[in-house]
Each structure stands twice: as C-alpha cells, then as structure tokens.
C-alpha cells in the first residue's frame, strides 16, 4: 500500500478540535463526510473522540467512546476504506477496534497507557506512534530541545522498540515526528527540513501538517481556514522528504499535490 504516498483523511467526532471541531459530531454527517473524503482520494480515514490540541483538556474513556462509537459505525457502514482510531487510551482502541477499526494512531506512542502496545501486538493492526513532548495540556509551554531532529529520532526509534518488545510486527509500525505537539515554529520546520532522517528509521512516516498553528505563524497570523495553499506547500515538500502518509482535512485539494509531488520525487 505505502509503495506510494497516500492520503489519510482527518475525522474528529469532537466538539472542540481545533480546525473541524463539532462538524462530524452527528453521525450521518460524519458518514457523509467520509464517503466525499474516500471519493476525494483518501487511502484512510482517522478518527477521533478527544482533542489533542495544545491545552485541550482530556477526557475520560467513556465520554471519548460516546463520542466516538456512534461516529465509527456510521463511517464502518458508508466506506470499506481503512480507518484509524485516534486515541491514547487502550480502552477505547479495543473498542474502537471491535467496532471495526483497522488502524491505532496513539500520539502518545504507547506512553500514556501501558496497555496500548501490548493490545496492538494481540489484535495484530498497524499502530502509529507518534512524538509528542510531554502531554497536550502542557505541551506547548516553552518547548526546547537541543537538537529537536536527533532527539526526535531517538524518541521515536526507542518507542518503536518499545512496541517491538510488545510484540508489534515490524511491518506493523508507522512513526510520526508530531508536528505542533510541544514545539515552536521552528521546531516544526525543522522537522520537515530533515524529515529524511525519520525516514531513514526505516519505517513509513506520517506527517500531520494540514491547517496547524505553525503554518498560521508563517503566514503573517491567518486563521484556520487560510491555510490550505500553507498546508498545500508543507504537504508537497514534505513528501519529498520521504513522508508516506499525509493527514489532511483537505483531501480533494491535497490530492493533486500528492500526485504532482510524488511524481517529481519518484522521478
Ligand atoms: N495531529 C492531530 C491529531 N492527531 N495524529 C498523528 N498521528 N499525527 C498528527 O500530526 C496529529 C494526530 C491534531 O490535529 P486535529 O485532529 O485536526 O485536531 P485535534 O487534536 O484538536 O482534534
């Protein structure tokens, strides 16, 4: 599937998600919405119950799964298309998975509950694993790092052989620098100026760029809605960098830059 960058279509079943927060909440319309993103070029759809954006407050398992279960069975039955469970909390992936789920995105790479790996490894689903600095309530309090490429490779080559010891199989494993998860701007951009170094961890890596802050700083301060030609450049470059899976809100947009980027860097 990943001899190709493909797109993952972004689906928040949260009243508080910083760019679709509260439109996919009813389950018709997130079913909706998933069948235009799947006709639009997405290869997957995530979906998630809890907002990870900087300051958002966490929820228990049980509000994430009332959220988010409703959403997951209207979005099962409309597409065949693959979809991703994003969430932290084991609990809520098994359901997520029993609910017909194919794929955990953990922002947390397996940290915030020790269950996470091990449940991936028994139920035998692609999981992401994701580097975030610390947890979304405080992350973006003055994040430093000396030298956030290396130390962002090294973070995610220790979790990946935290989920290899879980019993993860290695073709199982996608990883993610975390863009926007505890680090400035130029942090973010420095992790896509070097994406290659991820890549060069040897496993697929997804990157989530579309409509964050960063791009919105870059820009002289615009909003979440004047950022599609931001994400559209930071999608494109990064796929040159060697990025397999991009997570966007935009997927009819994001596919012509997909297929235009990766035919220049297949070339
Ligand atoms: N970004 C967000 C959420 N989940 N998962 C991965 N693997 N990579 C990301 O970059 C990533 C992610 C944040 O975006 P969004 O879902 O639009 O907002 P919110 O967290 O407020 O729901």
């Known amino acids: 599937m990943l ?5 993952v279509g972004v689906l928040n079943a949260t009243p508080d998600s910083f760019s679709d927060g509260g439109r996919h909440v009813d389950p018709a319309r997130a079913a909706a919405a998933a069948q235009e993103m799947v006709a639009a070029g997405a290869a ?17 398992a049980r509000e994430e799964l009332r959220r988010l279960l409703p959403v997951l069975a209207a979005v099962r039955q409309a597409v065949a298309t693959p979809l991703a469970v994003d969430t932290t909390k084991a609990e ?10 194919d794929i955990v995105n953990d922002v947390s790479a397996g940290r915030f509950d020790r269950r996470m790996l091990p449940l991936c490894a ?14 979304p309530a405080t992350m973006q309090r003055r994040p430093a790092y ?19 010891l879980a019993g ?16 400035t701007v130029t942090h973010n951009v420095a992790l896509l ?16 760029v579309s409509r964050k802050g960063f791009l919105g700083a870059l820009l002289g301060g615009a909003g979440v809605g004047e950022r599609l030609y931001g ?10 960098r060697g990025a397999r899976l991009l997570r966007v809100h935009d997927v009819a947009a994001m596919r012509d830059v997909l297929a235009v980027a990766s035919a220049v860097t297949a070339a």
């Open 3 to 7: 001899d190709r960058p493909v797109l």
């Open 44 to 60: 997957a759809l995530d979906l998630g119950g809890e907002s990870t954006r900087p300051g958002a407050t966490p929820v228990t």
């Open 92 to 101: 809520v992936a098994a359901a997520a998975l029993d609910a017909g789920a």
């Open 122 to 135: 028994r139920t035998g689903v692609p999981v992401v694993l994701m580097h975030m600095r610390g947890r």
């Open 146 to 164: 000396r030298d956030v490429v290396s130390e962002v490779a090294a973070f995610l080559a220790r979790r990946v052989a935290a989920a290899r």
């Open 168 to 183: 993860v199989a290695r073709d199982a494993i996608v990883v993610d620098p975390g863009i926007g998860f505890g680090k």
């Open 193 to 208: 100026a070097h994406l290659d170094v991820l890549a060069a961890l040897g496993y697929p890596v997804l990157v989530g």
């Open 231 to 240: 994400t559209a450049a930071a999608v494109a470059l990064a796929v040159a």
